[in-house]
């Protein structure tokens, strides 16, 4: 062990096997595929997360490992147990980026998961469960704006509004997608469950943090204990009327972009109360824009599109702060004379991790010497769709400086190993 009391990640495996370098060549393999101009794009559904799951596939078979496609498109590597016709437990994550992203958003979980079935079938330990990693498809919402895209389609979750939402640049539709990926949509179009959630035992997912908590406080790992959901607009659009910017005065504006900031402004400082009363609570506007064809210095704005979202692991915070805003919303079109327009709202409700699984990795946590804080998930995660279809859930982070959706997530492969290492143990030991 090192000063930190921690176990060297290289002393792990007493028999030789090398994950280490098994990490290091795969996160670099994924790398060097999908190099942006400026980041890592893996596109979903396209050539990108393709091509990723294409390494990941060769590297599992490579290690005697199975593989198949199920009828969602996900990649599925299994390790048969003893007792092969119990549920078997599963771990995994997703493989694919935002455009101009980071490395190790979702591949984390993916390469930790395979370098632990890997290990076991090389150590030949003999798993009382069948164990599985399953690559899941789509769960950044950047493309077509849905999250979590394979997970849902598994659980009968995906609507048919899901399925007609189109690609960023509008070339084609989720359904599209899917059935070009090899997915069953006939299935899918009917809420059929692929999976039957009575035959998962426990969903487990490794993942890099991607806020700033672990670095503050130093964590290599942490234990996740919930997963915030959200309720967000891709596209709300203001609409007032357009004029001379010189001859129109206040009283007789009907100004988009002013009414917007209002809005934008009240909800910050309800956030900030609702804060400092111990609600959960985040609230982003990621995107706004005036119309490049007509925007002028000179021009006052006749209309502004922006996105809203706000998260919670609370389900009565998230309805509460979206009313808030639309009740804003209704004051603000009297004051300025404009009108609001929503698209469709896209809700991912909050998820509980399972609170045995909690214990569990807090106490092999405490036995490989690693810490066993636990940490709140302020991002979605596939894990959460499992966790929401009555699947024991649970998370493990590793810290990751820089945060993520962006080309400078940095996870030291340190970290990430002795996440590996909890993860095999809760994989070969699992709750009941």
């Given at each position: 062990m090192g000063d930190s009391g921690i176990m060297n990640p290289k002393d792990m495996s007493e028999t030789g096997f090398d994950g280490r370098t098994l990490a290091v060549e795969l996160f670099d393999t994924l790398r060097a595929n999908s190099s942006d101009t400026f980041g890592i794009t893996r596109e979903s559904f396209a050539a990108g997360e393709e091509e990723a799951i294409g390494v990941i596939k060769a590297a599992a078979e490579s290690f005697g490992l199975t593989t198949e496609m199920d009828a969602a498109a996900n990649l599925v590597i299994s390790?048969?147990?003893?007792?092969?016709?119990?549920?078997?437990?599963?771990?995994?994550?997703?493989?694919?980026?935002?455009?101009?992203?980071?490395?190790?958003?979702?591949?984390?979980?993916?390469?930790?998961?395979?370098?632990?079935?890997?290990?076991?079938?090389?150590?030949?330990?003999?798993?009382?469960?069948?164990?599985?990693?399953?690559v899941l498809r789509g769960e950044e919402s950047a493309w077509y704006g849905k999250a979590c895209v394979g997970s849902h389609a598994l659980f009968g979750m995906l609507t048919p509004e899901d399925l007609a939402s189109v690609h960023r640049k509008g070339t084609a539709t989720l359904g599209d997608a899917l059935r070009r990926a090899g997915a069953d949509v006939a299935r899918i179009e009917k809420g059929e469950q692929l999976l039957d959630p009575a035959s998962v035992a426990a969903f487990l997912e490794l993942h890099i943090e991607q806020g700033p908590v672990m670095v503050s406080r130093d964590?290599?790992?942490?234990?996740?204990?919930?997963?915030?959901?959200?309720?967000?607009?891709?596209?709300?659009?203001?609409?007032?009327?357009?004029?001379?910017?010189?001859?129109?005065?206040?009283?007789?504006?009907?100004?988009?972009?002013?009414?917007?900031?209002?809005?934008?402004?009240?909800?910050?400082?309800?956030?900030?109360?609702?804060?400092?009363?111990?609600?959960?609570?985040?609230?982003?506007?990621?995107?706004?824009?005036?119309d490049?064809?007509?925007?002028?210095?000179?021009?006052?704005?006749?209309?502004?599109?922006?996105?809203?979202?706000?998260?919670?692991?609370?389900?009565?915070?998230?309805?509460?702060?979206?009313?808030?805003?639309?009740t804003e919303c209704r004051q603000i079109e009297i004051k300025r004379k404009v009108v609001f327009e929503f698209d469709r709202r896209i809700d991912s409700p909050p998820a509980r991790v399972d609170p045995r699984w909690v214990d569990r990795l807090r106490q092999i946590s405490e036995d490989l010497n690693l810490p066993t804080e636990t940490v709140p998930s302020?991002?979605?995660?596939?894990?959460?769709?499992?966790?929401?279809?009555?699947?024991?859930?649970?998370?493990?982070?590793?810290?990751?400086?820089?945060?993520?959706?962006?080309?400078?997530?940095?996870?030291?492969?340190?970290?990430?190993?002795?996440?590996?290492e909890l993860l095999f143990h809760a994989l070969v030991d699992p709750v009941p």
């Open positions: 390790l048969p147990g003893r007792e092969a016709e119990t549920p078997f437990v599963a771990c995994g994550s997703h493989l694919d980026t935002v455009p101009q992203g980071g490395n190790f958003d979702g591949a984390a979980g993916v390469i930790a998961g395979l370098i632990c079935l890997s290990r076991i079938n090389a150590e030949g330990i003999a798993p009382e469960k069948n164990i599985k990693v399953v964590l290599p790992t942490a234990v996740v204990t919930g997963i915030r959901g959200n309720f967000r607009h891709l596209r709300i659009m203001c609409r007032g009327e357009a004029g001379h910017s010189g001859v129109v005065p206040r009283w007789l504006r009907h100004d988009s972009v002013f009414a917007a900031s209002e809005l934008i402004s009240n909800l910050d400082e309800h956030w900030r109360v609702l804060l400092e009363h111990g609600h959960d609570l985040v609230v982003t506007v990621g995107t706004i824009e005036t490049a064809e007509h925007h002028s210095v000179s021009r006052i704005p006749g209309e502004v599109a922006f996105s809203f979202e706000v998260r919670s692991q609370s389900t009565e915070t998230l309805k509460a702060f979206y009313e808030l805003m639309r302020g991002a979605g995660h596939d894990a959460g769709v499992f966790a929401t279809a009555g699947i024991p859930s649970a998370m493990i982070f590793v810290r990751n400086e820089h945060g993520s959706h962006n080309p400078h997530e940095a996870m030291d492969i340190d970290d990430f190993l002795h996440g590996t």
